[in-house]
């Protein structure tokens, strides 16, 4: 069964996350899990939600 995360990140240190990202790959593959969406521009079509980043993550079934 396929699952996913849908993760809203505000980033306030750029370091800190710069290095935060060099590991989050290895972590998140160890597990079976990919990323499906990482970052980039984003548009809200409803509702008031305006996310700064938006990362999606699935699990091994979501090919």
């Known amino acids: 069964m396929a699952a996913y995360i849908i993760v809203e990140v505000e980033t306030t240190d750029e370091a800190l996350m710069a290095e935060y990202r060099k590991h989050t790959p290895g972590a998140i593959a160890k597990f079976g899990g990919k990323f499906i969406v990482r970052g980039g ?18 699990n091994s079934s979501t090919t």
Request: glycine letters at 16%; hydrophobic letters at 40%.
């Open 41 to 58: 521009k984003t548009k809200t079509l409803e509702g008031g939600w305006v996310p700064p980043r938006v990362v999606v993550l699935g």
